[in-house]
Nanobody
């Protein structure tokens, strides 16, 4: 089992920045990919960014590329999402996810077998 706890959400003006954190605990050595997804009201959960735990390779959705950065701290078993130049359309609940299954389909929600409870990000225009 892997437990994920997100923090760092809040209200920010357009153009501002936020940093989300996801603290992992439990059987973290079996983690293969960690990612951030988001879900806006009335919309499906969508991929934001992912990081491969062993190689540190990173992947981003086109909508956040150049504005968001995913990173990790192995010692703290924590993944971060630095969000800059925030837009109103970034408003959503952001979820941290972990996969222990070895799949390369990092954009798919079905790849991930552990999820955090979510943290609200609201960007005012």
């Amino acid at each position: 089992q892997v437990q994920l706890v997100e923090s760092g959400g809040g209200l920010v003006q357009a153009g501002g920045s936020l940093r989300l954190s996801c603290a992992a605990s439990g059987r973290t050595r079996s983690t293969y990919i960690m990612a951030w997804f988001r879900q806006a009201p009335g919309k499906e959960r969508e991929f934001v960014a992912a990081i491969m735990w062993s190689s540190c390779a990173t992947y981003y959705a086109d909508s956040v590329k150049g504005r968001f950065t995913i990173s990790r701290d192995n010692a703290q078993n924590t993944v971060y999402l630095q969000m800059n130049s925030l837009k109103a359309e970034d408003t959503a609940v952001y979820y941290c996810a972990a996969s222990t299954g070895g799949s390369y389909f990092y954009r798919r929600t079905g790849t991930y077998n552990y999820w955090g409870q979510g943290t609200q990000v609201t960007v005012s225009s």
